[in-house]
């Protein structure tokens, strides 16, 4: 009778296993030096070894030349271990002998001593679906066993075991196994099998088993009984339903070329060809960690579970993209995936997210927004002259329609008649060096360098402050009315053409400083007028303007008094 591989090429001794260093290495040394524990649980996702290395042990402890590390595998004691029928070595399935009378004959079973072998083993799968009761009553056999009892616990859901009978036991973690030892184990098994299969083609397989031996194995197995002695990738893929990594590029590439439309063939080619949408989704979400550790990394790594040829095809395709960019597209591409799970229409939902895939990639980061607006840059996926700005004329008779007059705008008074002062033009850098140069007081030479580019507000703000140099940092102690006027991105640069460096500018109000009182409350006409003009010069007045077109200025007021 035929006998599976994942059967057939199951190790026998430690220096067959796998990708379980730390297991292997600490059980080896236990039995050098006698050492054992009475009680074991091996844990860790399928497939890994657990109840493998729990017959090796056995085997271990009970072969003629043992206890010993490396059995001779020929005994009659290593033999009927091997294949399942020993007398001593016991193995329980926990799935189905779960109760608490299953238990009491396991602990009726543990008083007599072992009909031939050493040790008497007592191996239970699946240990967590054991019920609270029954583990209740293995718990003082577990603790003080006879000296001729070890009891092996496997489980892949180790947080189910009563922390009672956990602190009976010596606990292993079994890890997933390594993409290139996986890939290794399967290349020796073709090769003894007489297949032909290339590294592509072990690669799918590998990703298809996710770190299991024995599910890559079983696949691999489906996959000779598929195609053959040849394994192609195309034909290895479509069996295990795995999707090409040019399937998903074409979503990558839809994204970058803002494509909505190709996201809905995409999702239109999957249903036509029968494909799981879920499934689609999760290996879309697997593709963009692929894809956001290839660019985090800059080349080929162990991070990847791939092979080379196709981690080189994920750093030329992240190259497109920043960390940002595919982080968010991870995350909106995992949230799509649980929603998937319990979606009744599964392809409006797959739309959906991936045509706002392509809507993420047009987004705007909050810091780079925030940071245009300090320098009073215009630039926004959504900018405000895309929006019409209706003529007098227009609004007028808008207005009139509805019968609503509008507000008159702010005017000086008729009596002065004066007309606002223009203000001063900007200088220039090589004007600012040289200003800075004139004099050795910097606070002076700040407050002139900020009065020639035009912010006399900041400057007024300067001569009321306390200027200094603390670590390299310049700080500005100033009246609470007064900071606002020096948080302002031009500050800092023209600080920093005064010192001839760049410098970090921080702004402390103190509250035991306060702002200069004019000394008269009463202000002409034409100081009304300055006022308001300086006001219209302010960098984020000028700013708040271009982003609300429409809006109007009714009064000014002077912070300082």
Known sequence: MYQVIARKYRPQNFSELIGQEHVQKTLTNAIETGRLAHGYIFSGQRGTGKTTVARILARCLNCVQGPTPNPCGVCSSCLEIAAGNSV????????????????????????YRPARDRYKVFIVDEAHQITKEAFN???KTLEEPPEWVVFILCTTEANEIPNTIASRCQHFTFRSVDFTELMNRMKYIA????????????????????????????????AIACCGNRLRVEDVRSLLGMFGADSLR?????????????????????????????????????????????????????????SEPEQKAFLETATSFSEEDLTRYLNLTLDLYKALQYSLQPRLHLELGLV???????????????????????????RPAQIP???????????????????????????????????????????????????GDLK?????????????????????????LE??????????????????????????????????????ADASMKAAVAPSREESPADNAELRARALEHPGVKRFQELFPGAQIRAVRNLSE
């Open 444 to 468: 002076q030479d700040l407050q002139a360098a900020l009065t020639a580019g035009g912010m006399k507000f900041s400057a007024d703000a300067v001569a009321q402050a306390d200027v200094s």
């Open 356 to 382: 706002k895939l392509v809507q993420a990639g047009r987004l705007q980061s909050i810091e780079e927004a925030i940071a245009q607006l300090g320098s009073g840059k215009p630039e926004s996926p959504v």
């Open 88 to 111: 001593d070595v016991i193995e329980i399935d926990a799935a189905s002998n779960r109760g608490i009378n299953e238990m009491r004959e396991v602990r009726e079973n543990v008083r």
């Open 250 to 306: 074409s979503v990558a590439e839809a994204v970058q070329a803002q494509n909505g439309y190709r996201m809905l063939e995409i999702v239109q080619e999957l249903e036509r060809n029968g494909q799981s949408l879920q499934h689609f989704c999760r290996e879309l979400s697997r593709y963009w960690r692929n894809l956001l550790v290839a660019k985090i990394s800059g080349q080929t790594t162990h991070l990847i579970a791939a």
């Open 389 to 439: 700005t209706p003529t007098p004329a227009t609004s007028v008779s808008a207005s009139a329609r509805v019968g609503v007059p509008r507000p008159a705008p702010f005017q000086a008074p008729a009596a002065t008649k004066v007309a606002p002062p223009a203000p001063p033009a900007p200088a220039s850098e090589p004007q600012l060096k040289e200003l800075a140069a004139s004099t």
């Open 137 to 139: 009553a293995l718990l």
């Open 191 to 222: 090769e003894q099998e007489g297949i032909e299969a290339g590294d592509e083609a072990l690669s799918v397989i590998a990703q298809a088993g996710e770190g299991s031996v024995r599910d890559s194995l079983s696949a691999m197995d489906q």
């Open 471 to 508: 670590g390299g940092d310049l700080v500005i102690r100033a009246p609470k009315a007064m900071t606002l006027a020096l948080r302002d991105a031009a500050v800092q640069r023209i600080a920093a053409q005064v010192l001839g460096k760049p410098i970090r500018l921080r702004v402390e």
